[in-house]
């Protein structure tokens, strides 16, 4: 198969771009704190007690009581996590829209789809519980833990082996690092695929770009064509996700941390100057133990959230755009970060980035269940089954009936008992609880399941031969096309929706 020159003159993120940065090698994340193992014997002498000094047992014995409750801590939280995942309905998957760089799924003879078609291939048989669109990639998750992609490979970000173009037009399995582990989230964005085992572990594949081309994942200017695990995160994480560029990831003491692209402050911890590739000297330098170094993009560090009331903050969700980050603590506060051209991000200040976290007051008066961001808006969910858009309105991708713009969270009056919402680069997606999805945004890409090229200003139903005797579980969009995840509806009514 010929590739096609213009493979990434189109970014990932979508058909038309207001802000799109230009998108384009091998290995992993080294800094890892130096255990008794690797340390020199002379300062393994005496590693027990200080000269001069008696060893202390009541400070001993405190110590080896953290650690028990340390160690407790960390398998009740593998335990909710796994619990977590297995709770979960499984279904098939099924895509649509344009897929000329094998994110359909369908072959390298099927790169348009109208209507869902059914993946099936190295996926016949198995039982899908998480599906996710990246920029031209699709990952699912298996029942049995096991990471599936296709799509464009460019930059390594199906995390497998392909030795002719025609493998990442169908599924295959994601091997490697993830071997014997029991992966329970994944997420991805436009050139980057992550993964969360059960233990709390992330595995990173791909590369982050920036303006100036690729940034590199964990080493400046290098991909990761397979899975490499985040050894320098000294926490399990609980919940991680992706934006175009950059991961976000919440840890389980409530602390949120970040790694990728900082162009437009998504990572909330980088200052405007270094973020920009222009003005820091490096994404990061191995070795190097500075406080600079050690704050730079490609190495995962905590957002700092400010105090409310006197009070630290903690993370109880994270969610991402493709320039944001939103953050939702335990007391149902938001702050976010990132581009607010649009006031996507909640705030009406006129400022266009916000590279450090702020309170967002508009987003911190209801529950919110999920968000979901695309490149220029944000859409919202409440624990009511409400659903409420902010920020670009163009093409119709905030489902009110018109093209234009809104500052603040405003509610979708056709929408009722929603259950999920999803979101692509200019479209926009959500499930009910018995089932029915619908989709409205651009529809240049066919990713609507209209049939046709014309954008809808308001949610249409999602239809389609492969849907009438299926219940939606999940609907997420990519730059060009569309995921669902379906199970047959007589599975659906036993528990389906859960």
């Given amino acids: 198969m010929v590739r096609k020159a213009t493979k990434r003159t189109k970014t990932a993120s979508g058909a038309t771009s207001m802000r799109d940065s230009p998108k384009e090698e091998d290995v992993s994340d080294q800094t890892s704190p130096q255990s008794e193992d690797n340390m020199p014997a002379s300062n ?11 060893s202390n047992p009541l400070k001993r014995s405190s110590e080896s009581a953290q650690r028990d409750e340390e160690s407790e801590a960390k398998k009740l939280k593998k335990l909710e996590l796994l619990q977590a995942f297995d709770s979960l ?10 897929g000329e760089f094998g994110q359909l799924g369908l072959g390298e003879n099927t790169t348009t789809r109208k209507k869902p078609a059914l993946v099936t291939k190295d996926l016949e048989g198995k039982r899908i519980k998480k599906i996710v669109a ?3 990639h699709t990952v699912c998750l298996t029942e049995d833990y096991q990471v599936y992609t296709f ?5 390594g970000c199906l995390g497998r082996n392909i030795t002719d173009d025609e493998e990442e037009f169908e599924p295959g399995l994601v091997g490697g690092a993830l071997e014997g582990v029991r992966v329970v989230d994944i997420s991805a964005g436009d050139s980057h695929t992550a993964a969360l085992s059960d233990d709390g572990a992330v595995y990173l594949w791909g590369s982050f770009r920036d303006s100036h081309g690729k940034l590199g994942l964990v080493r400046e200017y290098k991909i990761e064509s397979a899975p490499t695990r985040l050894v320098s995160l000294n926490r399990p994480i609980v919940k991680i996700a992706s934006g175009g560029d950059h991961v976000a990831m919440i840890a389980d003491n409530g602390k949120v941390y970040t790694m990728g692209c900082s162009e437009q402050g998504q990572l909330g911890r980088i200052a405007r100057y270094f973020s920009n590739r222009g003005g820091r000297r490096t994404a990061q330098v191995p070795g190097r133990e500075s406080l ?3 704050e730079l993009c490609l190495h995962p560090n905590p957002i700092h959230l400010p ?16 320039y944001s980050t939103y953050i939702v603590t335990t007391s149902g506060d938001v702050f976010a970060c990132g581009l607010n051209n649009y006031h996507q991000l909640g705030m009406p200040n006129e400022e266009e980035d916000f ?4 309170h967002v007051p508009l987003l911190s008066d209801r529950p919110w269940k999920m968000f979901a961001g695309g490149m220029h808006h944000l859409i919202l969910l409440d624990e009511k089954g409400d659903v409420y858009a902010l920020g670009r309105g163009d093409y119709g991708m905030l489902g009110l009936d018109s093209n234009d713009n809104v500052n603040k969270p405003t509610k979708l009056p056709s929408l009722k008992n929603i259950c999920r919402v999803g979101t692509g680069s200019t479209v926009s997606y959500a499930v009910d609880v018995s089932g029915e999805a619908y989709a409205w945004g651009m529809g240049t890409n066919l990713q609507l399941t209209t049939g046709e090229e014309d954008d809808e200003l308001s949610p249409v139903a999602m239809s389609g031969k492969n849907l009438e005797d299926r219940a939606v579980l ?6 060009l096309h569309t995921v669902v995840l379906a199970c047959d509806k007589s599975d659906f009514a036993k528990g389906g929706d859960s």
Avoid: W, Y
């Avoid at 309905?89 to 344009?98: A, D, I, K, N, Q």
């Avoid at 999940?474 to 730059?479: E, F, H, I, K, S």
């Fill in 292 to 294: 600079r170094d050690k």
């Fill in 134 to 136: 990246g920029g031209m």
């Fill in 44 to 54: 393994l002498q005496g590693a027990g007690r200080r000269r001069g000094r008696p």
């Fill in 307 to 322: 105090r409310l009331n006197k009070t630290s903050p903690h993370a109880r969700d994270v969610f991402c755009g493709i």
């Fill in 474 to 479: 999940a609907v997420d969009g990519g730059g």
């Fill in 89 to 98: 309905p499984h279904g098939v998957m099924l895509c649509l829209g344009t």
């Fill in 355 to 358: 590279f450090n976290p702020v």
């Fill in 151 to 155: 799509g464009c490979n460019d930059e």
